[in-house]
């Protein structure tokens, strides 16, 4: 089932368009990315398929239209920060999101148990860190089981340990076969939860399609030697090696197919007559690549 | 309706000011009444402090302090209800997460509804129950004789938190919207009253004002008997009460139909 069309949608601030003419479908199981550097119109896109901004022209329809006005109930959303009533503890906090969703018996034991939250259940919104409260909003996004979870920069300003712990859940969830649309600038983060992807860009749509599709992901190496010319040569020409580039650091990035051990690429060299004064194995730089892209258009 | 009472009752009933507010009516609409017991002799046209307490004109004494406990306390509940859900963000939150904005704007409507009915409930329990205690000779027809301040009182409540909701759904920012709400009802419509439209005409619609209507729906009971005012400018002071009703009531509306205009339309 088609869970989420989008069609045309424009928004503008003044001079500034937000959001141009972007089109994108959201199939169902498919978790979603959407990604683009701050200021790309992410949260805008959010925001008005979500009721909250305004579009200036454009159309979206959830669920193929089969819930009508009431869609926003089957969808569960975190957009930008956490908000909560500061004065209500996690449980009047959950209880409140459950009613405006008309759950019958919502487990929210289970759900606060599930984002390290059961713990402190009953102290106020206001005392929570902020990992705590995106914790918190993660379970008010689940409350009712929706059937889409949208999640808007979900590790924004936490801590390592805290990022770590989000994605964790983020991943659990994705496993579960529930459709994600998860908006962030953060392509690692897109990666490790997301099956297909959007990237955008000053409100344009630049390229979406499966994660695999869109962001190659070679095994990279860095090599250098005295004769660098020569060694660029003598990689270009090896059929085991897909691409080699000089990199303004005076170094020869190569781009193979599978992961090689190191000794591996010393020993080609060396069977071609160079001999590495530098060789180290790039973690992949998807952040470089998502750079590229951007930077392309 | 119920499921909108229900969800706004899940919001306020841990709020501190609406609590604070609460104890506050609750307490001191029958308190500052009874502080009249310390005062036996008073001047003329009063006389004695028997006519706080008696039916039928204990309804226009305990109305009129009510009539400044609604303004304080109910009003700026109003404004707090609408504003705090703005800083905390909470309204956006509420409608991603399903209400609809109609919706939204509907809940705290009958909030201000059920407020000032529960506002006028109290007020009228606490009438009968001090008329009861201090008129010696009770007649039921002078229990009743301005029973009819009840309604007017309910009205009265609503109309000051229509035109609380009003503010805090065009200016969203509590301290401003506060001090907006004060400042107009205390300074500024005086101004514009006495100030500007009683020089330019003398006529009685000088008093066809909003939050002068809310007043003079349970207005201050001996300054009828002053007639100073009237054979001045030829018109008495107060609005007839039901004249006051229809004002209130036109302008209540205006003000919601406003707010709600604005809640649909702006991007949150």
């Given at each position: 089932m088609n869970v989420l069309r989008i069609n045309g949608l424009t928004k503008r601030y003044g001079r500034i368009t937000?959001?141009?003419e972007l089109s994108l479908e959201v199939e169902q199981g498919m978790a979603y990315g959407i990604l683009?550097?701050?200021?790309?119109g992410k949260t805008t896109t959010l925001g008005m398929v979500l009721d909250i901004t305004h579009p200036d022209s454009g159309s979206f329809e959830w669920f193929?239209?089969?819930?009508?006005?009431?869609a926003r109930r089957h969808v569960g959303a975190l957009l930008e920060t956490p908000n909560f009533?500061?004065?209500?503890n996690a449980i009047d906090n959950l209880g409140i999101v459950a009613h405006i969703k008309q759950v019958?018996?919502?487990?929210f034991d289970e759900l606060l148990k599930l984002v390290n939250l059961y713990e402190r259940?009953?102290?106020?919104?206001?005392?929570?860190?902020l990992g705590m409260k995106q914790r918190l909003a993660i379970a008010s996004a689940m409350v009712g089981d929706p059937e889409v979870l949208i999640f808007d920069e979900?590790?924004?300003?936490?801590?390592p340990q805290g990022i770590a712990e989000i994605r964790n859940t983020l991943q659990r969830i994705a496993e579960t076969g529930k459709t994600i649309i998860m908006a962030s600038h953060i392509l690692d983060e897109v990666e490790k939860v997301c099956s297909h992807v959007a990237i955008i860009k000053n409100g344009h749509l630049l390229a979406s399609g499966t994660v695999g599709a869109i962001i190659s992901d070679d095994f990279l190496v860095e090599v250098a030697a005295e004769d660098m010319p020569g060694l660029q040569t003598a990689f270009e020409t090896?059929?085991?090696?897909?691409k080699a580039e000089l990199q303004e650091e005076g170094v020869l990035l190569l781009h193979l197919e599978n992961e090689t051990p190191a000794a591996a690429i010393n020993e080609w060299a060396f069977s071609k007559g160079h001999t590495l004064s530098h060789l180290r194995i790039v973690k992949k730089s998807l952040e470089a690549e998502f750079l590229e892209i951007t930077a392309n258009q | 309706m119920l499921y909108l009472l229900r969800l706004e009752w899940k919001k306020i009933r841990k709020l501190t000011s609406f609590r604070l507010f609460s104890v506050c009516y609750l307490i001191l609409l029958p308190a500052i009444l009874l502080t009249?017991?310390?005062?036996d002799e008073l001047p003329p046209?009063?006389?004695?402090?028997e006519v706080f307490f008696m039916f039928p004109t204990v309804w226009q004494y305990l109305g009129y302090i009510g009539n400044w406990l609604c303004f304080f306390f109910f009003g700026f509940l109003s404004i707090v209800v609408v504003t705090t859900e703005d800083s905390y963000r909470t309204m956006r939150q509420n409608i991603i997460t399903g209400l609809s904005r109609q919706q939204y704007f509907l809940s705290k409507f009958y909030l201000i509804v059920v407020v000032s009915l529960l506002a006028a409930l109290y007020y009228a329990l606490c009438g009968f129950t001090i008329g009861y205690l201090n008129t010696e000779a009770i007649y039921w027809h002078k229990v009743w004789q301005h029973a009819d301040y009840i309604p007017r009182y309910f009205l009265m409540c609503f109309g000051y938190m229509a035109f609380g909701l009003f503010l805090g759904f065009m200016i969203r920012r509590t301290g401003i919207a506060l001090f907006l709400y004060l400042a107009y009802i205390m300074f500024i419509e005086l101004i514009l009253r006495w100030g500007i439209h009683l020089q330019i005409v003398e006529h009685r619609?000088?008093?066809?004002?909003p939050m002068n209507a809310v007043e003079d729906l349970?207005?201050?009971?001996?300054l009828e008997m002053a007639d100073e005012f009237t054979s001045k400018y030829?018109?008495?002071i107060y609005l007839q009460p039901w004249e006051a009703s229809i004002t209130v009531l036109v302008y209540s509306a205006l003000f919601l139909y406003l707010a709600y205009w604005r809640v649909t339309r702006s991007d949150l």
């Amino acid at each position: 089932m088609n869970v989420l069309r989008i069609n045309g949608l424009t928004k503008r601030y003044g001079r500034i368009t937000a959001v141009d003419e972007l089109s994108l479908e959201v199939e169902q199981g498919m978790a979603y990315g959407i990604l683009g550097p701050n200021g790309s119109g992410k949260t805008t896109t959010l925001g008005m398929v979500l009721d909250i901004t305004h579009p200036d022209s454009g159309s979206f329809e959830w669920f193929e239209g089969q819930y009508g006005r009431d869609a926003r109930r089957h969808v569960g959303a975190l957009l930008e920060t956490p908000n909560f009533y500061p004065y209500l503890n996690a449980i009047d906090n959950l209880g409140i999101v459950a009613h405006i969703k008309q759950v019958k018996a919502p487990r929210f034991d289970e759900l606060l148990k599930l984002v390290n939250l059961y713990e402190r259940r009953t102290s106020k919104f206001r005392t929570y860190s902020l990992g705590m409260k995106q914790r918190l909003a993660i379970a008010s996004a689940m409350v009712g089981d929706p059937e889409v979870l949208i999640f808007d920069e979900p590790t924004n300003g936490l801590d390592p340990q805290g990022i770590a712990e989000i994605r964790n859940t983020l991943q659990r969830i994705a496993e579960t076969g529930k459709t994600i649309i998860m908006a962030s600038h953060i392509l690692d983060e897109v990666e490790k939860v997301c099956s297909h992807v959007a990237i955008i860009k000053n409100g344009h749509l630049l390229a979406s399609g499966t994660v695999g599709a869109i962001i190659s992901d070679d095994f990279l190496v860095e090599v250098a030697a005295e004769d660098m010319p020569g060694l660029q040569t003598a990689f270009e020409t090896d059929s085991r090696i897909k691409k080699a580039e000089l990199q303004e650091e005076g170094v020869l990035l190569l781009h193979l197919e599978n992961e090689t051990p190191a000794a591996a690429i010393n020993e080609w060299a060396f069977s071609k007559g160079h001999t590495l004064s530098h060789l180290r194995i790039v973690k992949k730089s998807l952040e470089a690549e998502f750079l590229e892209i951007t930077a392309n258009q | 309706m119920l499921y909108l009472l229900r969800l706004e009752w899940k919001k306020i009933r841990k709020l501190t000011s609406f609590r604070l507010f609460s104890v506050c009516y609750l307490i001191l609409l029958p308190a500052i009444l009874l502080t009249g017991l310390r005062f036996d002799e008073l001047p003329p046209p009063i006389n004695t402090n028997e006519v706080f307490f008696m039916f039928p004109t204990v309804w226009q004494y305990l109305g009129y302090i009510g009539n400044w406990l609604c303004f304080f306390f109910f009003g700026f509940l109003s404004i707090v209800v609408v504003t705090t859900e703005d800083s905390y963000r909470t309204m956006r939150q509420n409608i991603i997460t399903g209400l609809s904005r109609q919706q939204y704007f509907l809940s705290k409507f009958y909030l201000i509804v059920v407020v000032s009915l529960l506002a006028a409930l109290y007020y009228a329990l606490c009438g009968f129950t001090i008329g009861y205690l201090n008129t010696e000779a009770i007649y039921w027809h002078k229990v009743w004789q301005h029973a009819d301040y009840i309604p007017r009182y309910f009205l009265m409540c609503f109309g000051y938190m229509a035109f609380g909701l009003f503010l805090g759904f065009m200016i969203r920012r509590t301290g401003i919207a506060l001090f907006l709400y004060l400042a107009y009802i205390m300074f500024i419509e005086l101004i514009l009253r006495w100030g500007i439209h009683l020089q330019i005409v003398e006529h009685r619609s000088m008093h066809f004002y909003p939050m002068n209507a809310v007043e003079d729906l349970v207005a201050l009971p001996f300054l009828e008997m002053a007639d100073e005012f009237t054979s001045k400018y030829g018109f008495s002071i107060y609005l007839q009460p039901w004249e006051a009703s229809i004002t209130v009531l036109v302008y209540s509306a205006l003000f919601l139909y406003l707010a709600y205009w604005r809640v649909t339309r702006s991007d949150l």
